[in-house]
């Protein structure tokens, strides 16, 4: 029973590290406008949700989580302009995949993210 309190230990840790990894590149995000600091700040939340009651009260509770999240997980919406900054990143991580890729199935499978992408943040995310 030792080595399973461990292992569940050594797990929360990595969560929780994993929370304060994509919290500060969230952070970078809110200067850096290339940077999709939403995506970002949503796996924060994940991980701390995962790792720890006390880290997800703490985020919850951050003025970070309440101007960059709280709205999005409550309403759903989001404004033009991360909604367009989002899909630019992504666009772009895509692009260089699709560029380096020598398949013409890999090529079509990115594509078709990208299709799925828009379909999603068009329809499925309200823009306030």
């Known amino acids: ?26 952070i970078v995000g809110i200067i850096l406008p290339l940077i999709p600091t939403t995506p ?5 939340s994940y991980f701390f949700v995962k790792g720890s009651k006390k880290f997800e009260r703490w985020f919850k509770g951050t003025s970070i989580y309440k101007n960059h999240l709280e709205e999005f997980i409550k309403e759903k919406s989001m ?13 772009a991580m895509i692009a260089v995949a699709f560029i380096m890729a020598d398949s013409t199935i890999v090529r079509v499978v990115l594509l078709l993210i990208v299709a799925y992408k828009y379909y999603y943040f068009i329809t499925k995310i309200k823009t306030i």
């Not at 970002?40 to 924060?44: D, E, G, K, N, Q």
């Not at 404004?79 to 666009?91: Q, V, Y």
């Open 1 to 26: 029973m030792k080595g399973v309190r461990i292992s569940v230990k050594i797990k929360n840790m990595l969560y929780v590290s994993l929370g304060f990894l994509f919290l500060g590149l969230g």
């Open 79 to 91: 404004t033009r302009k991360k909604k367009i900054t989002i899909n630019l990143f992504a666009d």
């Open 40 to 44: 970002l700040l949503l796996l924060a």
